[in-house]
T-cell receptor
């Protein structure tokens, strides 16, 4: 069964600290993995996409990694800011002929406190 | 910038009412999607459309219908609203259905059915 699991479910950190969010997936065949940031009461916004051949990709203070062998991805946030408080959602794309589908994780809720 | 606009941020409707949720995108995207998002369940695809007047069922189409008469507009219809349809509804659009294409989301409509 195609699944995407994220951990932790929620996280509280102090402003300026770093954190790492995890995404494990059992999806086949894997096409790509995308991280979204969703502010409270808003729609998700894409942070980065990881394809099979990519190991690391950065977008400002956000760095995503992908290990296709262990089917794990992480999102590392450096020097956190109050505006990083949001839900971070991992989504994996399945692509096999006519089966083109997105498998969504439940997200990690991050609170950055001053 | 891509803009996906949902007609309402908040809606309160009565059980049995017919409800229309409207979504407009301004970037000539081919694909449009309707999701609902519930705590503990994540984003679930209700319907999507890859062309005008074309629609396909997602994972949870029961109780919903859609309409796409123009490329830029995708409407979600709750034929007879029920309390279990209380949820956050998110519209999204993407340029094509190629593998790495990004979905852009609207701000969401929080629907309460009483």
């Amino acid at each position: 069964k195609n699944q995407v699991e994220q951990s932790p479910q929620s996280l509280i950190i102090l402003e300026g600290k770093n954190c790492t969010l995890q995404c494990n997936y059992t999806v086949s065949p894997f096409s790509n993995l995308r991280w979204y940031k969703q502010d409270t009461g808003r729609g998700p916004v894409s942070l980065t996409i990881m394809t099979f051949s990519e190991n690391t990709k950065s977008n400002g203070r956000y760095t995503a990694t992908l290990d296709a062998d262990t089917k794990q991805s992480s999102l590392h946030i450096t020097a956190s800011q109050l505006s990083d408080s949001a839900s971070y959602i991992c989504v994996v794309r399945v692509n096999a002929g006519n089966n083109r589908k997105l498998i969504w994780g439940l997200g990690t809720s991050l609170a950055v406190n001053p | 910038d891509v803009k996906v606009t949902q007609s309402s941020r908040y809606l309160v409707k009565r059980t049995g009412e017919k409800v229309f949720l409207e979504c407009v995108q301004d970037m000539d995207h081919e694909n449009m999607f309707w999701y609902r998002q519930d705590p503990g369940l994540g984003l679930r695809l209700i319907y999507f459309s890859y062309d005008v007047k074309m629609k396909e069922k997602g994972d949870i189409p029961e109780g919903y219908s859609v309409s796409r008469e123009k490329k830029e507009r995708f409407s979600l219809i709750l034929e007879s609203a029920s309390t279990n349809q209380t949820s956050m509804y998110l519209c999204a659009s993407s340029l094509t259905d190629t593998l790495n294409t990004e979905a852009f989301f609207g701000q969401g409509t929080r629907l309460t059915v009483v």
